[in-house]
């Protein structure tokens, strides 16, 4: 019988037990977040996956989304989405929940930022709020699963990591080293050193570049065109540029970037190319020369935007070229350039170099 009795007594304490830890985790509703530049199924599985993160922490329960619809129906509503606080609090009361959880998802470029606030449904204020960001979708549920471990703690990620970080520590290694190609455009002025092409006073280029980027190191490719005449001249009454020059300029080249965490950052390089070069001169008898011409460069600039999907560059450029061509002193002509140019990340599959006779590559 006394048996009989302590079984009976540790029943009633393992279910007191039970009751309270049950009691102890805070009833809570979880919203679908709000988009920016995020497809619909792409938010969808984020919202679910949050909470279900944000269940497993013990903190809270998570009230299923069929059931949180079904009870705002009974209350005659129909439009199940809700991104305020105002509206947080009022649905949450409508279902039963101390708590309400509102969120969103901001797309630039690659980069996905995700915010999350926890609505006292009583008090009708936010209780706890944060954010953190992924490189792209595919490491959301990173970022996912530090908030909702947030949420539960009331402790804010910037406290616990560097605020802003991109994916979970172990992936980011790899992650960065990874390769892969940019493709764009830049426009330019150049400065003529010295009696250097012809002595016209400044050139101005048009150039295509693709870059295969791996770590800190940038394989540069690029083709342009490159053109430039001096001050205006009156002959037999017709008005004239006493010199032109034009160019093709071909450059290959590597640059060091300095830092690839950083949004901004500064880069050297160099190379070398192949200049096609012609040269027009009208003072007194016409006369026209071209040629094919080694150049080298020198550069140094700054990356803008690097852990998107595009980029913008500043870049100052030394350029000397080996040739007669454009009527000068010596047998080179250089120049100091400057240029800004914006490219962006190809994806995976996309063709690179098309035109209407095919792909390069």
Known sequence: MPSKNLLILL?????????????AQERVVVFEFDAIGVDEQSVTAATQIFGSELDATGKFSVIPKKQMEAKLADQGITDFSCH???????????IGVEKAMIGSLTKLGQKVTAEVRLVDVVRKEVVFSDHFSATSLDDLDSALRKLAA????????????????????????????????????????GFPLGDSYSKVNNLKTVAWMMRYEAGNFVIDNSIGVTWGSSDPDTIWGIRYDKKKVSIIPWDIGMRYVFNRESDFTPFVGGGLGLHFVGSQD?????????DQALALHLTGGL????????????????????TDAFHNSG????????????????????????MSGGCLF
Request: charge should be positive; hydrophobic fraction near 35%.
């Open 11 to 23: 029943i009633l304490l393992f279910s007191l037990g039970l009751t309270g830890l049950v009691a």
């Open 84 to 94: 305020e606080i105002t509206c947080a609090a009022s649905y949450g009361f409508a």
């Open 150 to 189: 947030a949420v539960a703690a009331r402790k804010k990620i910037e406290s616990e990591v560097r605020r802003y970080a991109i994916t979970e520590e172990e992936t980011r290694e790899p992650r960065r080293k990874k390769a892969y190609i940019t493709s764009g455009a830049s426009f330019g002025f």
């Open 282 to 290: 009208l003072e007194g008898q016409e006369y026209t020369k071209s």
């Open 303 to 322: 990356y803008a935007f690097q852990t998107y999907d595009f980029r913008l560059t500043v870049e100052g450029k030394y350029t000397i070229v080996f």
């Open 331 to 354: 047998n080179s002509s250089q120049q100091i350039g400057i240029a800004i140019g914006i490219s962006r990340k190809l994806e995976k599959g996309e063709k690179r170099g098309c």
